[in-house]
């Protein structure tokens, strides 16, 4: 399988008061098409920043990130975006669905970048929600899911645009023992049956056991 | 692409009282000002409306109205033989002489005093100008100490109803008559005979006379010729220009006051715009960061929020607007200040004000909503999807 995330010399310093504060030293990684990858390590250690970076919504101080062919630590504020977009299917800790859209928006919200037309779209976001299980949640708002639900529709917001990362931010990190296992089962069945690459972040061992491959984070160094 | 209307609508909604309060700030700014347009508007259409295109109106050179102005003998024998008259039907010159002077009588309601304009005209008047309806009773005879009122006067003035009595000029005139012109400001007259008026009146002489031309396009070149000779110290105006030349000032004073007074109170509906705008973009920093992680471009992000805020400026507009059209209602009572007679008319909303108060609206919107707008096109995905 070729490497579809490629990263090397990647450091990552934040500055406070003319103070750097260095939060990632010197990482490689290559991550390969088709992989479930876990990220793991202590809080503080660097997992959402190097995700961030992945994904496009951070960049580094020194070193490479590619995806596929393109080097996105070279991209423009506003390409970057048309990148994400096309490229990246983002799960948050705390879903990040719109409280005033209901299912079936949250999930067209993405598509509204494609050119796809209004029937296309319907058909696309019909399918993400039956892939999740919530095909009779269509026009439930936010506030009238449980938090698990919450996090499927946003599972099928990440996966409605065919992108080519998955990239998920502790995506069990807010829920009960029984949604945070529906939620991971959900996102290895994505990778087992739908071939999507998907790295995801996550301090919880038990979510972890889920991935294909693991790779600890610690004090801003990749074991 | 645009972040989708729906949201920008429903994420208003969801902050009921908030966009309630900002909305009715601008609603009644909007108020303040659609009626102070419609007030001077209203105005001028009365003065405008009493005069028309085809007439000519002579006065005192350098007297800006009839009021302050007289027609010598020799002036008045050269224009009553102007080739340039329209001939009516039965072949008679279009031409009158009137004179006008203020009386002041009590009102109805308050039975304090006001000024009314009193008209002496000719026969020929009746068909001169324009549009002249009695509505009940009928027109005085020449020759006798009768009058016609208009209706404004007659609901108004003590003594000015049908079959009452007006003393001025030391006579006592019956009221037979009342008329309507179409809303002009000649309802606000009192019509009779100006061979009787005159010297109730104490004039020796007209105090303008109007006429009828054959060729309203020859206008300037009637003018001229008038205007050549060295003893015709008049001025020659279309009649309509007369009365547009007399509203002017007084609804451009209404009109600037009134804006001076919009802007002013535009500032604080602005404020309490840019106010909520902030407070919903700070209370919205993860949706928009979330937004942006999708794909959404800044400038999509900046135009989503103008928009929100431009809703909430054209929804207080139309409250505005639409509290404000029901002034065309009432009525009002004014001093026409160029003649100082008492001037009855009412507020006018035309296309144009409303085009003029949506697009004061929509810049309400526009520099309320502007600046909350860059700064949540700005924000920092990453420290906004971090806060908690
Ligand atoms: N914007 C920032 N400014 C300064 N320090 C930051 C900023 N973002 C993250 N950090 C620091 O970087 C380190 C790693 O953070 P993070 O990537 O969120 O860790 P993890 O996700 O593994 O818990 C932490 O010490 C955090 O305080
Ligand atoms: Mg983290």
Redesign the interface.
């Known amino acids: 399988m070729p490497a579809i995330v490629k990263i090397s010399n990647l450091s990552k310093s934040y500055r406070r008061d003319s103070i750097r504060i260095p939060v990632l030293e010197n990482i490689n990684l290559e991550v390969e098409a088709g992989d479930f990858l876990a990220l793991m390590g202590p809080s503080g250690s660097g997992k959402t920043t190097l995700l961030n970076m992945i994904g496009g919504i951070d960049k580094p101080s020194a070193g490479d990130v590619f995806v596929g062919d393109v080097p996105i630590h070279r991209l423009s504020d506003a390409a970057l975006a048309t990148w994400r977009a096309r490229h990246v299917g983002f799960v948050f800790q705390f879903y990040n669905l719109m409280p005033v859209l209901t299912a079936f928006e949250n999930v067209e919200l993405p598509l509204l970048l494609t050119r796809l037309s209004k029937t296309e779209r319907r058909k696309h976001v019909e399918l993400a929600l039956s892939i999740v299980g919530l095909q009779d949640r269509i026009n439930h708002y936010p506030r009238q899911l449980s938090g698990g639900q919450e996090q499927r529709v946003a599972i099928a917001r990440a996966l409605v645009t065919d992108p080519t990362l998955i990239l998920a931010d502790e995506p069990t990190g807010d829920l009960d023992k029984n949604s945070a296992e529906e939620v991971m089962t959900l996102l290895s069945q994505l990778n087992s049956q739908h071939g999507k690459t998907i790295i995801v972040v996550t301090h919880d061992p038990r979510a972890a056991d889920k991935a294909r491959s693991h790779r600890n984070l610690d004090k801003g160094e990749l074991a | 692409?645009a972040?989708?209307l729906?949201?920008s609508i429903?994420?208003l909604?969801?902050r009921r009282m908030t966009m309630i309060l900002t909305v009715f700030g601008i609603t009644l700014v909007v108020f303040v000002f659609t009626a102070v347009l419609m007030l001077a508007t209203g105005l001028q259409k009365t003065l405008v409306g009493s005069g028309i295109d085809e007439n000519a109106i002579v006065i005192r050179e350098s007297s800006n109205t009839e009021i302050q102005s007289f027609i010598t003998r020799y002036q008045a024998g050269v224009i009553q033989t102007l080739p340039d008259i329209a001939l009516n039907a039965d072949g008679q010159s279009m031409v009158t002489g009137e004179v006008v002077a203020l009386i002041s009588k009590n009102r109805r309601d308050n039975s304090r005093p006001g000024n009314i304009m009193v008209r002496g005209i000719q026969p020929m008047s009746l068909s001169v100008h324009k549009d002249i309806n009695l509505t009940s009773g009928r027109i005085f005879e020449f020759g006798q100490t009768e009058i016609i009122v208009g209706k404004r006067i007659a609901e108004r003035f003590q003594g000015c109803g049908l079959g009452e009595t007006v003393t001025f000029g030391m006579t006592d005139w019956k009221v037979v008559g009342i008329f309507e012109t179409g809303g002009s400001s000649f309802e606000s007259e009192i019509w009779g005979d100006v061979e009787q008026f005159l010297p109730a009146l104490g004039r020796p002489v007209f105090s303008s006379m109007t006429f009828r031309l054959k060729d309203p396009a020859q206008f300037s070149q009637v003018r001229d010729r008038v205007k050549s000779d060295p003893r015709m110290t008049v001025d020659l105006k279309r009649e309509k220009q007369y009365y547009d030349d007399q509203s002017r000032q007084t609804a451009t004073f209404i009109r600037v006051l009134g804006i001076v007074i919009s802007v002013v109170f535009s500032l604080g509906a602005i404020i309490g715009a840019m106010i909520t705008m902030y407070a919903a973009v700070a209370n919205r920093t993860?949706?928009i960061?979330?937004?942006?992680?999708?794909?959404?471009?800044?400038p999509s992000i900046l135009l989503g929020f103008l928009t929100e805020s431009i809703v909430i400026s054209l929804v207080g507009g139309a409250l505005g607007l639409l509290a404000a059209s029901s002034l065309q209602l009432l009525r009002v009572s004014t001093i026409n200040w160029d003649t100082f007679s008492d001037l009855t008319f009412d507020f006018a909303l035309t296309p144009n004000i409303v085009v003029t108060v949506i697009i004061f609206s929509l810049i309400m919107g526009l520099l309320g909503g502007f600046l909350p707008a860059v700064r949540a096109s700005r924000i920092k995905?990453?420290e906004a999807?971090?806060a908690?």
């Open positions: 692409m972040i989708p729906k949201y429903r994420s909604l969801a993860r949706e960061a979330t937004m942006r992680a999708l794909g959404f471009q800044r995905i990453i999807l971090r908690e």
